[in-house]
């Protein structure tokens, strides 16, 4: 399995609670320095709560199930 499939399987874990509040996440780019970077979309691309829920939550996940993965950001 790549890295990108392997981020992109870890963001599945993550998408349903996204989902549920009307929100979604899209992988944009892995860099070679191990930046996950992400777009957020639908409800969360607009949520005060949106820092909270990349870096406690996604960020979490990914630096847990992937070693590689030094951050994730958000872009645009």
Do not use: F
Not at 48 to 72: F, Y
């Amino acid at each position: 399995m790549t890295l990108i499939q392997r981020v992109e399987a870890a963001l599945d874990e993550v998408r349903p609670i996204m989902l549920a509040d009307g929100g979604n996440i899209e992988l944009i780019e892995v860099t070679d320095s191990g930046v996950a970077r992400v777009k957020l979309t639908g409800a969360c691309s607009s949520c005060p709560m949106a820092t909270v829920t990349l870096k406690m939550g996604v960020e979490r996940v990914l630096l847990e199930k992937i070693p590689e993965i030094t951050e994730v950001v958000q872009v645009g």
